[in-house]
């Protein structure tokens, strides 16, 4: 996998102009390779969580691999208190992800600023020939969206190793997040069924649509 940093700035709360324009593409890719730009972030202290809310959008041809956004939380004497993560399994050409990474220390009120950086495989993930979704389906229970299914490999060999990525979207087909699972050694001619869960917190009412890739490697 091709993976590299698409994203590395450093943000001072309150500075003006930050908040849309593509901030950072990575140089020199062909035209088998994902395009990625961050074109907006901002931190949200709400009652319940504080979190910083990104938008990434593939201006590529093709689909990206995994993708991480990573945050240093620093306080005001320049000291990180916390990294937190967001990541997602694939960002198809035209696709935007509405991305959160959680903050998990125990005093938001220390944020004063905050690093973001954001790396990527920008190639393609690898999907043989034969193995393909046979059914899919996205419930909700409570604050976690649910997806099950069943996959076939109809790729004329054993697959040692399957994972099962759901994206989930929102009425105006912005990715919210997804949804990952594994099943290894999968005989040719045989099919598995799956379950993944994705955490929504106030976002899963949101879930109005769901797209699941199959690959043999998401890594």
Do not use: C, K
Not at 20 to 35: H, M
Not at 92 to 108: D, L, N
């Amino acid at each position: 996998m091709n993976r590299r940093e698409f994203l590395g700035t450093t943000v001072a709360l309150g500075i003006a102009g930050l908040s849309g324009g593509a901030l950072s593409t990575a140089a020199n890719r062909d035209d088998a390779e994902a395009v990625l730009e961050v074109v907006s972030h901002e931190l949200v202290a709400a009652d319940d969580a504080t979190y910083l809310a990104a938008t990434v959008e593939n201006v590529g041809d093709v689909a990206a691999g995994w993708i991480t956004l990573e945050v240093d939380w620093i306080d005001a004497r320049d000291e990180r208190l916390e990294t937190d993560l967001a990541h997602l399994g694939t960002l198809g050409p035209g696709q935007s992800w509405r991305a959160r990474a959680y903050y998990s220390g125990e005093e938001p009120e220390l944020i004063a600023d905050y690093v973001l950086e954001g790396r990527a495989d920008l190639e393609p993930l690898p999907v043989p020939s034969g193995l393909e979704v046979l059914e899919s389906d996205v419930d909700l229970e409570g604050e976690e969206v649910v997806v099950t299914g069943r996959f076939g490999n109809g790729t004329g060999e054993a697959q040692p190793n399957v994972d099962v990525i759901a994206l989930l979207s929102d009425d105006d087909g912005v990715v919210l997040g997804d949804v990952w699972t594994n099943e290894t050694d999968v005989p040719d001619g045989e099919s598995r069924s799956f379950e993944g869960r994705w955490n929504g917190r106030d976002r899963a009412d949101d879930v109005v649509d769901h797209d699941v890739i199959v690959t043999s490697s998401a890594f």
